[in-house]
């Protein structure tokens, strides 16, 4: 993949997720302070709240850990090392690329490691 356009896609990308860990974290913030509200009005099960509060802790999580590789990827850009495993330092096929820009290991890499 051209660099430049990976750069593009990682930034525009980066830009995205950012966006939408911040929205997250803003709508988890509201979520506890409508629960402790609640709680002091009523006298009612917190089971139901708790676990929205693990899904949206799950979600920002995973948000955190995209924003991590898409940082990765672009400093490996800056390396000069974008498009090689960080393992074996192969090549991470084009098509791999375009599928996930950020992708740090080749196919069978990853199916290895899972």
């Known amino acids: 993949m051209d660099h430049d356009e990976a750069r593009a896609r990682l930034l525009a990308e980066r830009a995205e997720v950012a966006d939408l860990l911040a929205s997250t ?22 089971a139901p709240d ?39 330092g192969l090549p991470i096929p084009d098509e791999r690329l375009d599928a996930d820009p950020a992708a740090e290991l080749t196919v069978e890499e990853a199916r290895a490691a899972t």
Request: glycine content about 4%; overall charge negative.
């Open 25 to 46: 974290e803003s709508s988890a913030r509201e979520d506890r302070e409508t629960e402790v509200e609640d709680a002091q009005v009523y006298d009612s099960d917190a």
């Open 50 to 88: 708790l676990v929205a509060e693990g899904m949206d802790d799950a979600i920002a999580d995973s948000m955190r850990e995209r924003l991590a590789a898409l940082d990765r990827a672009l400093k490996r850009l800056d390396d000069g090392t974008y498009g090689r495993s960080v393992r074996s």
